[in-house]
């Protein structure tokens, strides 16, 4: 980290030296002003040149209030204020504080370093090359180069560089770096594979789905990436205050340098006094503390996310999830596994064979977990028959041809939109009712289970004076079942996906001024209601393109707990920011009206400045420190 600012620390030390140089040669030869100003001149160029020549570079590109304009007008103004009537030179002042402004510069440059560590560990996931098989050899190829449907070799201890489907071998990966979880994955033959991941004990040959550019560690680096983009509402503020403050204080610093002196019978004689108080008025009013450190408080908290798997879209997704009032949770694959076993098959007419093999081979193309379940059950999908006319219709079910003959596989809505009448089962789970030619001929329970830490995640929250709620498409009886499993606040059951989204509309119309409404869902289906709320979380997205597309927050694993851990950074880096607006505020008011009315020295001015901004950038690193239980 201080080998990238060897150059400004270079720049410090041999500036502090000088000054102590100029200091003694001050002390010791009665020299007269033009040439202590030559002596003290070398010091203050040596680490104040890049700011002046800034301050010059930024007046000509009509940037004319910044951090650097004020402190280059106040510095040179009291290197000349010693050739003023009545006046002592100011000349170690001077370059003192541009010296400390350089060394609050520094110490900036080290904190923003420290945040962008932990995303440029998250930048690691980039693979760097693939070996890509042509014929029976394999050759280094650039990712970029390889092509969907492609088999590459994967060695151990190599990044997995892009997507695909495990063709050959079996291995484990290490997923850290995309899911913040420690613990190795297996993975198998026609098992999906993530680029990003590492794969650590054997060779994998896997035929790529897609290309680098949309592979999923491209599209998490361009993720975060951009996540600065979306400015949180204490940043805006700060970029707002700025901008109003800073020609505000100018403006007062020349009226406090040149009005009151025309109250006085010695207008010369008092100038110098006056412009002193304006020159340490213009040093303490640089707003370097809020500027730097809020934007920094929150990049920490986005930083410290990411290590641990969650990644964020922008601060402003930080900013409401602090907020966080009501949490609305879709069911299947959030609250629980989403991984569906057949556990009764109920035939009418036909057989259970025969009942099984309508529905998966209707199924055959859907990847909803109910849909891999089927196919499960049923392993022979490639016996011949032919599936056409497929008709996917949203909270209902699939209606096809499989062989001619017309099949509706769905709940019990659809079941009443193809005119069948249908029976009702006391098996707990999921009920599937099939219709073979307009003829209800049976129907395939299946059940799922709840996720180890869901329940214990939805106390947290309730603890947290935070409401919850489970919206489902499944059965009423089902529902009511799961959500006193969970312990969840509320549940609707038996919602198409327009239904969700009316919900959560009168959800949010209850809201209060500082309330948010989440909603967390799977992403693949809940696109509509990821976009409808305050914040839309995927979760258990890994891989998934509708998710990191839909969602404002997007969870790289399958864990409810990471809701509560989104909370608690949220709300953590919030009261940091908010700490370093008061602190930074109050302290600089208060100096700023000792400096009118003269009781304010320049050490004190320089403690404004570059003092707060110090201890306002330490207390914001204290966000890269936070423990996630």
């Given at each position: 980290?201080l080998k990238?600012?060897?150059?400004?620390?270079a720049?410090i030390?041999?500036?502090?030296v000088?000054?102590a140089?100029?200091?003694?040669?001050?002390?010791?030869f009665n020299?007269q002003?033009?040439?202590?100003?030559?002596?003290?001149?070398?010091?203050?160029?040596?680490v104040?040149f890049e700011?002046?020549?800034?301050?010059i570079?930024?007046i000509?590109h009509?940037?004319?209030?910044?951090?650097?304009?004020?402190?280059s007008?106040?510095?040179?103004?009291a290197?000349?204020?010693?050739?003023?009537p009545?006046?002592?030179?100011?000349?170690?002042?001077a370059?003192?504080?541009?010296?400390?402004?350089k060394?609050g510069e520094?110490l900036?440059e080290?904190a923003?370093?420290?945040?962008e560590?932990?995303?440029?560990e998250?930048?690691?996931i980039?693979?760097?090359?693939?070996?890509?098989?042509k014929?029976?050899?394999?050759e280094?190829?650039?990712?970029?180069?390889v092509k969907?449907?492609?088999i590459i070799l994967?060695?151990?201890?190599e990044?997995?560089?892009?997507d695909?489907i495990?063709?050959e071998g079996?291995s484990?990966l290490?997923t850290?770096?995309?899911t913040g979880?420690s613990?190795?994955?297996?993975?198998?033959e026609?098992?999906e594979?993530?680029s990003?991941t590492?794969n650590?004990?054997?060779?994998l040959?896997?035929?790529?789905t897609k290309?680098?550019?949309e592979?999923?560690?491209s599209k998490?680096i361009e993720?975060?990436?951009?996540a600065?983009?979306g400015?949180s509402?204490s940043?805006?503020f700060i970029?707002?205050?700025?901008?109003?403050?800073?020609?505000?204080?100018?403006?007062?610093a020349?009226?406090?340098?040149?009005v009151?002196?025309?109250f006085t019978?010695?207008?010369?004689g008092?100038l110098s006094?006056w412009l002193?108080?304006g020159l340490t008025?213009l040093v303490?009013?640089?707003p370097?503390?809020l500027v730097?450190s809020?934007p920094?408080?929150f990049?920490g908290?986005?930083?410290i996310?990411s290590k641990?798997?969650?990644?964020?879209?922008?601060s402003?997704?930080?900013?409401?999830?602090?907020?966080?009032?009501?949490i609305?949770f879709?069911k299947?694959g959030?609250?629980t596994?989403?991984s569906?076993?057949?556990v009764?098959i109920?035939?009418?007419?036909i057989?259970?064979?025969?009942l099984l093999?309508?529905a998966a081979?209707v199924?055959?193309?859907?990847n909803h977990p109910?849909?891999?379940s089927?196919?499960?059950?049923?392993?022979?999908?490639d016996?011949?028959?032919?599936?056409t006319?497929?008709?996917?219709l949203?909270?209902?079910?699939?209606?096809a041809?499989?062989?001619?003959?017309?099949?509706?596989?769905?709940?019990k809505?659809l079941?009443?939109r193809?005119?069948v009448?249908h029976?009702?089962c006391?098996?707990?789970?999921?009920?599937?009712?099939?219709a073979?030619n307009n003829?209800?001929?049976?129907?395939?329970v299946?059940s799922?289970?709840?996720?180890d830490?869901?329940v214990?995640?939805?106390?947290?929250?309730e603890?947290?004076?935070?409401?919850?709620?489970m919206?489902?498409?499944?059965h009423e009886?089902i529902a009511k079942e799961i959500?006193a499993?969970?312990?969840v606040?509320d549940y609707?059951?038996?919602?198409l996906?327009q239904?969700?989204l009316?919900?959560?509309e009168e959800?949010k119309?209850?809201?209060?001024?500082?309330?948010?409404?989440i909603f967390v869902g799977?992403?693949?289906?809940?696109?509509?209601?990821?976009?409808?709320?305050?914040?839309g979380?995927?979760?258990g997205?890994?891989g998934?393109?509708?998710?990191?597309?839909?969602?404002?927050?997007?969870l790289?694993?399958d864990k409810v707990r990471?809701?509560?851990?989104t909370?608690?950074?949220s709300?953590?880096?919030v009261?940091?920011?908010?700490?370093?607006?008061?602190f930074a505020i109050?302290?600089?008011?208060a100096?700023?009206?000792?400096a009118?009315?003269?009781?304010?020295?320049?050490w004190?001015?320089?403690?404004?400045d570059?003092?707060?901004?110090?201890?306002?950038?330490l207390?914001?690193?204290r966000?890269?420190k936070m423990k996630i239980d």
């Open positions: 980290m990238e600012n060897t150059k400004d620390i720049q030390i041999l500036s502090a000088l000054l140089v100029a200091i003694f040669i001050e002390h010791t020299l002003v033009w040439q202590l100003l030559i002596v003290f001149l070398i010091p203050y160029l040596i104040g700011v002046v020549k800034e301050a570079e930024e000509f009509g940037h004319i209030f910044d951090e650097d304009f004020l402190m007008i106040a510095t040179i103004g290197m000349l204020i010693g050739f003023l009545n006046t002592e030179p100011m000349f170690h002042e370059v003192l504080v541009m010296l400390l402004f060394i520094l900036e080290i923003d370093g420290k945040t560590k932990s995303i440029e998250l930048m690691k980039r693979p760097d090359y693939a070996n890509l098989f014929g029976d050899t394999f280094k190829v650039d990712p970029n180069d969907v449907g492609d994967i060695t151990p201890n990044k997995v560089p892009l695909g495990v063709v079996e484990s290490d850290k770096a995309i979880e613990i190795p994955r297996k993975i198998k026609n098992e594979i993530i990003g590492i650590l004990t054997s060779n040959k896997v035929r790529v290309l680098f550019e592979s999923t560690a998490i993720l975060v990436k951009n600065e983009e400015k509402k940043e805006n970029t707002k205050f700025a901008k109003i403050y800073t020609p505000i204080v100018v403006i007062l020349l009226i406090i340098s040149f009151p002196p025309l019978a010695d207008y010369a008092n006094i002193v108080r008025f303490i009013s640089c370097c503390a730097i809020v920094l408080s990049f908290g986005i930083g996310a641990n798997g969650i990644l964020i879209k922008g402003n997704y930080i900013d409401q999830m602090a907020k966080a009032k009501n609305v879709d299947t959030t609250l596994k989403g569906f076993e057949v009764a109920h035939p009418e007419i057989d259970e064979e025969k093999h309508l081979h199924e055959r193309f859907s109910i849909a891999i089927l196919k499960q059950a049923f392993r022979n999908e016996d011949g028959c032919k599936v006319d497929i008709e996917d949203s909270g209902e079910g699939i209606i041809k499989v062989n001619d003959n017309k099949v509706a596989v769905g709940n809505k079941m009443e193809v005119g009448e029976k009702d006391e098996h707990k789970g999921t009920i599937v009712h099939v073979l003829q209800y001929v049976g129907h395939i299946i799922d289970k709840i996720k830490d869901a214990e995640s939805l106390s947290k929250l603890k947290m004076k935070i409401k919850t709620m919206l489902t498409g499944d009886a959500a499993e969970l312990g606040g609707k059951a038996e919602l996906p239904d969700k009316k919900l959560l959800i119309e209850k809201e209060g001024k500082n309330e948010r409404t799977d992403g693949a289906n809940d696109a509509p209601v990821l976009a409808g709320a305050d914040v979380i995927a979760m997205a890994l998934s393109d509708t998710a990191i597309e839909a969602a404002d927050i997007v790289m694993d990471r809701i509560v851990d909370i608690k950074i709300k953590k880096t009261a940091i920011a908010k700490e370093n607006i008061i109050v302290i600089k008011v100096v700023l009206i000792l009118s009315f003269g009781y304010a020295p320049m004190l001015a320089v403690f404004a570059v003092g707060v901004t110090l201890i306002a950038i207390n914001a690193l966000m890269l």
